[in-house]
């Protein structure tokens, strides 16, 4: 309880501090006389204007000025949860955000990126001290266990579901900037076809948002930096309708290494290559280790002319130190924090930028539009994406079979099952399967791997004769059932998505879950062609109360 009393404290004498940082280019209301409270339950009183967008910038939406991200990847790979937690949530965990949050400061920090969020639990507090701070959050939406899986792709109810659980939970706070749909998903040559189910699972977040009425919140992709498809992939996720391409999108580079410059990092090629994607490009991450301790030189070139105009900042990989050597700062177990040499030398390079500001009512965004990109050896993503999920679908179609999967068959076996329907069974599969080569896609390829193997159950069973309740019997793991609907009135929308009565809840090794896989999916791709201290707290408020109004946000 005094921890938390002294975070609260901090993070009161760090709100009078921060008056003076943007609110959209105004000071927000606060003095060191008058700092607000923070709120715990009820909406922040110091609400910062939601990041809107318009052409290739970010743009506050209260006075049109332009929002560049400094950001910081915020996500510990190991936690002190509970075993059954499957998410280290950080704004969840009020204790360590407020512990954090000076630290952040330090950096002028304005954004921060989170890789998995738990949909379940309650982010009000972290999110407002966030929030009267002037930090943003974008937020991947998939979780290592629920996530599109490169290797066998697909956009299912369950991952949608996931989806809109966090965009229910997230979307409430105005200083949430956006969500990514994936994060290094398409990361090789032979991959690119997975790249169809992230554009998917866009479209139908997109889709969601608007249809549950919510404040209209970006949503984009995250890729990794791949010579043989860069400039492909970014066309692939800039290009088609406004309805189904990214918002915006983040690049993960690391090709600044030590004193590299501007056109030896390959920057200058990127930012000529990504000059007309017509939607923000920003660094998702960025922060090369190959040269410890990380000076960081990339930043005046990112904030500097050379990059502004194509170019809105970006995320420095990572907060927190781990085995990877990417963290800026070091938790021991007690909780307190130690910065290091990457942190002092990333406040130094931050500390120098001024970038260029555009406004929106003077900007003029460019009109054309980027062309897909064709397939080829190097490119496979189909422009015919997947379908939407729809529950209704999925529910109609179990209520009209009468041949299933026994309930006691475990999950894991299911891709013996699928196997031998669809190859040695000769059983017709293309309803369940999804080729995001060809853009041919199932009307039940959306449905979960029970529904979809219980639907090749009774395909064959139909077949192969249903006088013989042999046929549905496959040594015990199939069972007959009564039938209480009609298999041809269960037609998926073209248009549309449905989640029923309501939604459930490279470099840096973040890319999303191969692990994550559905059974379906393996077989139709193998048919298919802490605490601060009092002694470091008190000096901290002290020197931050002293040299707080000088802050600035640029």
């Known amino acids: ?40 339950s009820s909406p922040s009183t110091n609400k910062v204007p939601p990041i809107e967008i318009h052409g290739n910038k970010f743009f506050y939406s209260n006075n049109g000025s332009q929002f560049y991200m400094k950001g910081i990847a915020y996500q510990a790979e190991t936690s002190d949860a509970s075993a059954s937690a499957t998410i280290n949530d950080p704004l969840a965990d009020y204790e360590s955000c407020s512990r954090d949050l000076p630290y952040l400061l330090e950096l002028n920090t304005n954004t921060l990126r989170v890789y998995a969020v738990n949909s379940s639990l309650d982010h009000s507090r972290c999110m407002e001290l966030f929030e009267s701070n002037g930090i943003y959050i974008v937020a991947d939406l998939s979780e290592p266990a629920l996530s599109i899986n490169r290797n066998n792709p697909e956009w299912s109810l369950k991952l949608f579901e996931r989806y809109a659980g966090v965009v229910d939970e997230m979307q409430k706070y105005s200083n949430v900037l956006g969500f990514f749909a994936g994060n290094e998903v398409t990361n090789e040559i032979n991959n690119t076809a997975a790249s169809a189910f992230v554009k998917a699972a866009i479209r139908d977040t997109k889709a969601y948002i608007k249809e549950k009425g919510y404040r209209e919140i970006p949503v984009g992709y995250s890729t990794n930096d791949d010579s043989n498809f860069r400039q492909e992939i970014a066309d692939y996720f800039a290009c088609g309708s406004q309805e189904e391409k990214a918002d915006f999108y983040g690049f993960n580079v690391y090709s600044w290494c030590g004193d590299s410059t501007f056109e030896k990092s390959g920057y200058s090629d990127r930012t000529k290559e990504f000059s007309n994607l017509g939607i923000p490009v920003f660094f998702s991450e960025y922060g090369c280790n190959e040269v410890r301790p990380r000076k960081f030189g990339e930043v005046s070139a990112l904030y500097g002319s050379d990059m502004t105009d194509v170019w809105s900042g970006g995320i420095v990989y990572m907060y927190f130190e781990e085995t990877n050597q990417y963290g800026l700062v070091t938790v021991d177990s007690s909780g307190r924090v130690s910065t290091n040499d990457d942190y002092n030398n990333l406040k130094t390079a931050l500390a120098t930028i001024s970038p260029s500001s555009a406004n929106k009512d003077s900007y003029t965004a460019s009109s054309g539009s980027v062309a897909c990109p064709t397939t080829g050896s190097n490119w496979q993503a189909a422009t015919s994406l997947p379908p939407s999920p729809q529950k209704d679908v999925c529910d109609c179609i179990k209520s009209a079979l009468r041949c299933v999967i026994s309930p006691d068959v475990d999950q894991k076996d299911y891709s013996e099952l699928f196997g031998y329907l669809c190859s040695e069974a000769d059983v017709d599969c293309s309803d369940i399967s999804a080729d995001g080569t060809t853009g041919n896609y199932g009307a039940f390829s959306f449905c979960d791997d029970e529904t979809k193997l219980s639907y090749l159950l009774n395909k064959y069973y139909q077949e192969k004769g249903r006088s013989s309740s042999s046929a549905c019997d496959f040594s015990g793991s199939a069972t007959l059932v009564s039938a209480t609907g009609t298999a041809s009135t269960c037609v998926p929308t073209s248009t549309g998505i449905n989640l029923g009565s309501s939604s459930s809840n490279s470099g840096s090794g973040r890319g999303d879950s191969t692990t994550a896989t559905s059974s379906a999916a393996a077989a139709a791709d193998a048919i298919q062609p802490n605490t601060f201290s009092m002694a470091l707290f008190i000096p901290t408020a002290l020197v931050f109360m002293l040299t707080g109004f000088g802050i600035a946000m640029s």
Not at 5 to 27: F, M, P, S
């Open 1 to 40: 309880m005094l921890q938390t009393a002294i975070y609260g404290t901090v993070a009161c004498l760090l709100q009078a501090v921060v008056a003076q940082r943007n609110n959209g280019g105004a000071a927000l209301s606060a003095t060191a006389g008058t700092a607000p409270s923070i709120a715990t």
